[in-house]
């Protein structure tokens, strides 16, 4: 964690938006310099996305969101900062003036990080007042929920500077890559540059269009590299022998001449029309605001699927998703929670995916919610989930859902939960869901966890910290009426 409550943005372009959205779905506050008129209505567009997109990444995480300000110039947006992005039109000159104009308006421990994508930070920090705090910090589009960001130093550069702004990239979600040195492009920008000019010869040349080019990739090393990489699917190709018998099998063919690496084709007029041409054609009636909802549903997706492994982008995805978890629950204590009442622990959304034919949410969709209540439930009493997940935990064995309502595409959830009986092995909980909006009741759900040992898959006796705080809110609930349904079997 850090002590960033407050984020100075320069630039809220693509790359800009897209910290800012990061940034308030982190509950930060965030003020924003940009000259664009427009800078308020665009603002709204990308955050309306991120939020749609963050919502279905992190269901049950309950963030309370930051405040956003937007200001007429650089230096209200730096002043009150405890950390500065900026995200300008890649010019050196630009870049120069307004970081030095920035740092000296700033607090003088405050972290600078640019989103260059191909600017030296040696160039960068030479006229700024404290040039020891300036890092690149280089984001991927859609910033609000491409997890990588690399992070390179200056020659001035301290290495505290660079500690510091890793950790708060870490703290809103990301994961940083930490550059030993600085290269023109850094490392991500010079592997996709390559696979970019290659993929021009090959339209140019007529070898393919450029939607063939695109599904070359997305039906084929794509799939891999999102988990593992070149180095270690290349590994793997090489059988059990690894990566020596694959050099030694492929390594020879480096030296056909296949690619065009150190070439480029010219940028002319018609090449760029065929280019632009395909690309419409690929696009079809699909808006570019069409299009980034469809990208972050696939990237949500993805990232949801690695999640479930725990592995590469998705173990950076769950471990902010229980921080994020977490922090709503801090929240929730430090405004009070009356155990003698059934506890309000989780907060939704109806998603576009959690619902049927007539755009009302599913009993699938219903058990999601309510596990997730249980997990809440769980994490109040001081479970950490993911990790009982993979050792001794609760399981739910038992669950009976009863639909009273319906709720419909984008309506906002909560629900509540009332412990009916606490056992050394086993919990059982009553749930009800509830439209946030006027508080009508949606479905039920009685539900039998018990506490099993993972290793043998028998029960096992909870934690008696656990049990503690269970038996706690048990004993302050039991003068509560019995929940109408408690009990019920299916047809009673």
């Not at 890559?177 to 592997?191: H, N, P, S, T």
């Not at 059988?239 to 099998?249: D, T, V």
């Not at 919610?369 to 038992?398: M, P, Q």
């Not at 086993?426 to 099993?452: C, S």
């Amino acid at each position: 964690m850090t002590d960033i409550r407050r984020v100075g943005l320069i630039g809220g372009g693509v790359i800009g938006a897209g910290w800012a959205a990061r940034c308030l779905l982190n509950g930060l506050d965030v003020d924003l310099f940009d000259p664009d008129p427009e800078i308020g209505r665009k603002m709204e567009a990308v955050l309306g996305n991120a939020r749609r997109a963050y919502r279905r990444l992190f269901p049950d995480a309950g963030a309370q969101e930051g405040r956003l300000r937007l200001v007429s110039s650089v230096e209200p947006a730096v002043e009150a900062a405890d950390f500065v992005q900026e995200s300008l039109p890649e010019r050196l000159d630009l870049k120069q003036a307004v970081l030095a104009a920035a740092s000296r308006a700033a607090g003088d421990d405050v972290i600078f990080g640019s989103s260059t994508s191909g600017l030296l930070p040696s160039d960068m920090q030479k006229d700024m007042a404290g040039a020891d705090r300036l890092v690149v910090g280089h984001p991927f589009n859609p910033v609000y929920l491409m997890p990588l960001v690399e992070v390179c130093g200056g020659a001035l550069t301290s290495e505290d500077a660079k500690r510091k702004a890793a950790a708060f990239y870490r703290s809103i979600g990301m994961h940083p890559l930490m550059l030993k040195q600085e290269i023109d492009g850094f490392v991500a920008d010079r592997l996709m540059e390559a696979l970019w000019r290659e993929a021009l010869w090959l339209v140019h040349d007529g070898i393919a269009t450029t939607e063939e080019v695109d599904e070359a990739i997305r039906f084929g090393p794509g799939l891999r590299w999102s988990f593992m990489g070149t180095f270690l699917t290349y590994r793997i190709a090489g059988g059990e022998a690894g990566m020596r018998h694959f050099m030694a099998q492929f390594g020879p063919a480096l030296k056909w001449p296949w690619t065009k690496l150190t070439d480029v084709p010219e940028l002319t007029d018609a090449f760029v029309d065929r280019i632009a041409g395909q690309s419409d054609d690929q696009a079809g009636s699909m808006s570019i605001r069409e299009l980034e909802r469809l990208r972050d549903n696939c990237l949500v997706s993805v990232l949801s699927a690695l999640r479930t492994q725990g592995y590469g982008a998705g173990a950076t995805v769950d471990r902010h998703g229980d921080l994020l978890r977490d922090r709503a629950q801090a929240a929730a204590r430090e405004g009070g929670i009356d155990p003698s009442m059934p506890l309000h622990l989780h907060d939704c959304r109806v998603e576009s995916d959690w619902t049927d034919h007539s755009g009302h949410m599913t009993e699938g969709r219903c058990l999601q919610v309510f596990g997730a209540a249980s997990d809440a439930l769980l994490r109040h009493v001081g479970v950490d989930v993911a990790d009982s997940h993979r050792g001794k935990g609760y399981r739910t064995a038992e669950s009976h859902v009863v639909t009273i309502g319906d709720a419909a595409l984008g309506e906002p959830l909560y629900v509540t939960t009332q412990v009916l009986g606490v056992e050394a092995t086993r919990l059982q909980v009553f749930h009800t869901l509830y439209k946030r909006d006027d508080d009508t009741p949606v479905a039920t759900a009685e539900q039998m966890l018990i506490h099993v040992d993972a290793g043998s898959r028998r029960p096992t006796s909870a934690d008696d910290r656990v049990l503690d705080g269970l038996n706690a809110i048990a004993a302050a609930q039991k003068f509560l009426p019995k929940p109408a349904g408690a009990g019920r079997f299916v047809g009673a």
